[in-house]
């Protein structure tokens, strides 16, 4: 009997999974648990083990392809078995022949005229979104369906709005080499605008350059989800944002101190961004709506503190969570910090490492970057962007112009629910203790 | 700050200040006098012009029209009042055959100067005999000429100039539209007859409305407005002569046309307007066919909310114009 092999699902609201690399060839012997291939989620790379023990065949995924969870991807065979009759693996595929008309499978439910007209035009149900009340397929989604798969072709006829006929004459542009954006295909006036715009600009480029296709990158995985959290975060959040200029003094000879310490005992060094993990976990017990969320009417005041740290890879970025960083020691936060960057880099992150920030930190301190600021990483309420410290003459108490360690720091704040004057008494506070150290135990 | 009065009290107004100003006019019709007209538009009338120049009738509707068309061919100017739209069809014989051709049949030596107002439309429950839209009935007629004013400034306005024009002149009102108000200047003015108004300017959808469908079609731009989607509302006021020259303007500025009307689409002026547009320069500027929303092949039913979906309302109107303006057609 053939064993399935799947596209898991290994988190809550994954629909798809991206094959990154098969670790067995087609033929090979393969036990349960042994790790067969690689997939990535828009999280994290996951390992996926053998659910049972057989020779790897009938492998129809390849690494790159976007494929829905649960569609079945190879089969593992006992010795002298053949693929299963008829159910060689095939991703999901969209077919252009008209099917005839199907009971709907899934228990969704129609209307009788919906069903009518669907069986009257060759229409598969299954393939309907409904959108009536209680999820129903009605009249409309049918129509809708019906106007999709139906282009009005006549043979040596060119189906266009009148106002796409008169642009075209007046710019002698040939209808029959355009594609229609209207309904049905039908090509619309833009549409004509849009194909004289790049003949203008082929021509400009023919005259400056010879044109050179550019390298294309499909938008999967994480390059995706980064995408589209992007847009919607910074679409969808109002942005406050405040900077502030931090004195490092204080927090370097407070690191160098533990530091030595560690030598001492050989113990894992403390880096700042664990120093600065641990103060903004201390001062965040005192800001509540900082570490919070908005949700539908809702806001959630969290009572735990948990602190993600941008970590920048190759190709994207990943924020891994430091858990309860207020309730961490400096050594367990700096220890904890280095395993999540080493691992996050390295593609081992799991699901658990990247989920229940309630804060966010981006330092780009590394790269030389003075100042910037971060789009809020929601549904949490705020980010805190931090630059490079670097010696800057300033005034000390006296007015004497004195050299000192300056960093600067950006938050960004959902103004929803932080309000200006709380976004800035957070600031103000968290500058005082990252200045004076010795308040992180107070 | 200017006064804000009713339709129908424009309507009055029009006729009293007309009255007043030219001997030759009189209103003639059923129940205008004693009992003020169906729709109390005549109100006080009687006691202001006496029973002359204010005439109640037997409930003849050929009788009325006969008697303004000949008034009016011996030098009156008279108004006269069907009571419904729906018994134009007794008074269509002197209207149609006989007011309507006079002009041309005399060479233009004999002019018929005659009014015939009436209310039309449904909304009030009155059924099948008290709510119809035969507007295009009479636009069918070369020498009558038909308006349909949507305004208490527009009607005003439009009746004067209606008075005073030599040709008979079809003047429906709209039953709905006389509670309505608006700001009407006290002093006498006239609006040109085949002149068409912008209710509301707009770049994506030409919606051409007439009667009640005017205010509906403002009230659904409204609405649509908030999903980013601007409309303008074109109103012809006079049918015929109808303004072509703004209309097709419109279409040719937003490329898509959504045509609203009461009156029951086949057959109704909404195939003219899209006739007209389909024939002009702005045939080459359309992304999208021409729509028309109009009434159901129906009779008006008696029934409230069988007679609420006979005809478009607000929500018909934003569906459809939704449609065409995002290119769903």
């Known amino acids: ?442 | 700050m200017v006064r804000e009065i009713t339709y129908l009290e424009a309507v009055r107004e029009a006729m009293t200040q007309e009255m007043e100003r030219d001997p030759k006019v009189f209103l003639i019709g059923e129940d205008v006098g004693l009992y003020g007209g169906a729709f109390q538009v005549s109100y006080g009338m009687l006691e202001k012009f006496g029973p002359e120049r204010i005439v109640d009738t037997p409930i003849t509707e050929l009788g009325i029209a006969g008697a303004a068309t000949g008034a009016a061919l011996v030098g009156m100017r008279p108004i006269a009042e069907i009571m419904f739209m729906d018994f134009t069809t007794l008074a269509s014989e002197q209207l149609v055959n006989q007011a309507a051709k006079l002009r041309f049949m005399f060479g233009g030596r004999a002019t018929d100067p005659m009014v015939l107002r009436t209310p039309a439309g449904s909304g009030t429950g009155a059924a099948e005999h008290h709510s119809q839209s035969f507007e295009n009935w009479f636009v069918h007629v070369p020498g009558l000429k038909v308006v349909m004013p949507t305004t208490p400034y527009d009607v005003k306005g439009l009746l004067i100039e209606s008075i005073r024009d030599d040709n008979p002149v079809v003047f429906i009102e709209h039953k709905l539209l006389y509670k309505s108000k608006g700001p009407v200047p006290e002093e006498m003015y006239t609006i040109p007859l085949g002149k068409a108004d912008v209710k509301r300017a707009g770049r994506d959808l030409t919606i051409v409305a007439t009667g009640v469908m005017v205010q509906r079609s403002l009230a659904a731009a409204d609405q649509l407005a908030q999903e980013g989607i601007d409309i303008e509302i074109v109103d012809p006021r006079t049918l015929r002569p109808l303004d072509t020259e703004t209309i097709i303007a419109s279409v040719k500025k937003t490329g898509k046309v959504l045509i609203v009307h009461e009156a029951v689409k086949t057959g109704g002026f909404g195939g003219e307007l899209a006739a007209v547009i389909a024939e002009s320069e702005a045939f080459g500027y359309l992304e999208a066919p021409i729509l028309r929303l109009a009434g159901k092949e129906v009779p008006i039913p008696y029934n409230r909310n069988l007679e609420y979906h006979a005809v478009p309302q607000v929500e018909n109107i934003i569906e459809k114009a939704r449609e065409l303006a995002q290119l769903k057609v």
């Open chain 1, 1 to 442: 009997m053939a064993i399935e092999v799947i596209m898991p699902k290994v988190d809550m609201d994954q629909e798809t999974g991206t094959v990154v690399e098969w670790c067995k060839n087609p033929g090979e012997q393969v036990k349960t648990g042994e790790i067969i291939l690689v997939i990535e989620t828009d999280k994290v790379a996951v390992d996926v083990e053998s659910p049972g023990t057989g020779i790897l065949e009938g492998v129809s995924a390849k690494p790159g392809e976007v494929i829905p969870i649960g569609t079945v991807i190879a089969y593992l065979l006992a010795e002298g078995e053949a693929l299963p009759q008829g159910a060689a693996p095939t991703p999901k595929v969209e077919s252009s022949l008209p099917t005839p008309p199907q009971e709907i499978s899934t228990g969704q439910v129609v209307t009788p005229v919906a069903k009518n007209m669907a069986a009257a035009h060759g229409i598969d149900l299954n393939a309907i979104a409904p959108s009536g009340k209680g999820q129903k397929i009605t009249k409309a989604d049918v129509a809708a369906q019906l106007a999709k798969e139906s282009a009005p072709v006549v043979a040596g006829k060119i189906y266009a709005a009148p106002a796409a006929r008169r642009v075209a004459r007046e710019n002698q542009v040939d209808l029959a080499a355009l594609q229609g954006s209207g309904p049905q295909g039908r090509i619309q006036s833009n549409d004509v605008f849009a194909s004289l715009e790049q003949q203008d600009h082929q021509t400009q480029l023919q005259v400056v350059a010879p044109i050179v296709e550019p390298e294309i990158i499909p938008l999967i995985g994480m390059r995706r989800t980064i995408a589209e959290r992007m847009t919607a975060n910074y679409q969808n959040v109002p942005h406050i944002k405040f900077t502030s200029r931090v004195i490092m003094s204080g927090i370097t000879e407070a690191r160098n101190t533990l530091n030595a310490v560690a030598e001492k005992s050989g113990a894992q060094k403390i880096s700042v961004t664990a120093l600065l993990v641990k103060q903004i976990a201390t001062t965040l017990r005192r800001h509540p709506y900082l570490n919070s969320s908005l949700k539908g009417d809702e806001i959630l005041l969290h009572q735990d503190i948990n602190i993600g740290v941008a970590v920048a890879l190759e190709n994207g970025l990943i924020v891994p969570v430091v858990k309860n960083a207020d309730k961490k020691g400096l050594a367990e936060i700096a220890a904890e910090v280095n395993d999540l960057a080493a691992r996050a880099r390295a593609g081992k992150l799991v699901n658990a490492d990247v989920k229940g920030g309630t804060f966010t930190i981006s330092n780009l301190g590394p790269f030389g970057i003075e100042q910037f600021d971060a789009i809020i990483n929601a549904p949490e309420a705020a980010i805190l962007a931090i630059g490079a410290t670097q010696l800057e003459a300033i005034p000390d108490e006296s007015g004497q112009i004195v050299a000192r360690p300056i960093m600067r720091m950006t938050l960004s704040a959902d103004h929803r629910i932080v309000d200006g004057a709380v976004a800035a008494r957070f600031v103000a506070e968290l500058k005082t203790v990252l200045e004076n150290p010795i308040l992180m135990v107070y």
